[in-house]
């Protein structure tokens, strides 16, 4: 019995340590986002639509697209290619870990796809096999970091349109079972641009 509890304490101790080794730090993830600063501002929150905003994403989930985008074959972009080409897997974490801790700005949504977009990210569209977006990413888009699926509140619209089309196209792939292929290719471009545009001011 006591060498049950102690191998027990032993495992949990050894996942305990292995947990704060994947951790990532905030203020060494902050000295080395000076390169990301360009494109996604200093504190995360890209003021050009076209890109993400960083601020307040999972840590998980950050650190994942850096992964693939360095490995090149499910997430492919040569401009942040190259940026992961020389991040080890620590760098990784630490700049998911300062970005996660920053605040995201909220935008607003399109007034004139604001209902479609609503009827889109919250009940889907059962004639076309649409499920809701609110199912995995929450009814106030705040994402669900244990299942790896991120936050949409507050992300730039046209960079959420280019991701669901890149997903509906093929030309992105590394979402989990095909999850959002599969999903992306059944809806329409209005329905894209609206839910974009929906989350845009999504809190």
Same mark, same amino acid.
């Not at 669901?164 to 196209?169: E, G, H, P, T």
């Not at 959002?180 to 989350?199: G, K, L, Q, W």
């Given at each position: 019995m006591k060498k049950v509890i102690?191998?027990? %304490?032993?495992?949990?101790?050894?996942?305990?340590?292995?947990?704060?080794?994947a951790a990532g730090d905030a203020a060494a993830g902050? %000295?080395?986002?000076? %390169?990301c600063a360009g494109c996604h501002g200093p504190d995360g929150n890209a003021a050009n639509p076209a890109w993400p905003k960083l601020a307040g994403q999972h840590a998980?989930?950050?650190?994942?697209?850096?992964?693939?985008f360095k490995d090149g074959k499910t997430r492919k972009d040569p401009m942040m290619s190259g940026q992961a080409a020389g991040l080890s897997d620590q760098d990784m974490?630490?700049?998911?870990?300062?970005?996660?801790?920053?605040?995201?700005?909220?935008g607003t949504a399109n007034e004139a796809q604001l209902q479609l977009g609503s009827n889109i990210y919250r009940g889907g569209n059962q004639i076309t096999g649409v499920a809701a977006c609110m199912a995995c990413h929450g009814p106030n888009g705040t994402g669900n970091p244990g299942?790896?699926?991120?936050?949409?509140?507050?992300?730039?619209?046209?960079?959420?349109?280019?991701a669901l089309r890149d997903f509906k196209s093929g030309a992105r792939s590394n979402d989990a079972g095909k999850m959002m292929r599969v999903i992306a290719a059944r809806m329409s471009d209005a329905e894209i641009d609206a839910v974009a545009s929906y989350v845009q001011g999504l809190h």
């Amino acid at each position: 019995m006591k060498k049950v509890i102690f191998t027990t %304490a032993l495992v949990l101790l050894l996942g305990m340590g292995q947990s704060v080794l994947a951790a990532g730090d905030a203020a060494a993830g902050k %000295a080395r986002s000076g %390169a990301c600063a360009g494109c996604h501002g200093p504190d995360g929150n890209a003021a050009n639509p076209a890109w993400p905003k960083l601020a307040g994403q999972h840590a998980g989930y950050l650190a994942k697209q850096l992964k693939d985008f360095k490995d090149g074959k499910t997430r492919k972009d040569p401009m942040m290619s190259g940026q992961a080409a020389g991040l080890s897997d620590q760098d990784m974490l630490d700049l998911a870990a300062y970005f996660a801790s920053q605040t995201t700005t909220i935008g607003t949504a399109n007034e004139a796809q604001l209902q479609l977009g609503s009827n889109i990210y919250r009940g889907g569209n059962q004639i076309t096999g649409v499920a809701a977006c609110m199912a995995c990413h929450g009814p106030n888009g705040t994402g669900n970091p244990g299942a790896g699926f991120p936050r949409l509140s507050g992300q730039n619209a046209a960079y959420v349109a280019k991701a669901l089309r890149d997903f509906k196209s093929g030309a992105r792939s590394n979402d989990a079972g095909k999850m959002m292929r599969v999903i992306a290719a059944r809806m329409s471009d209005a329905e894209i641009d609206a839910v974009a545009s929906y989350v845009q001011g999504l809190h």
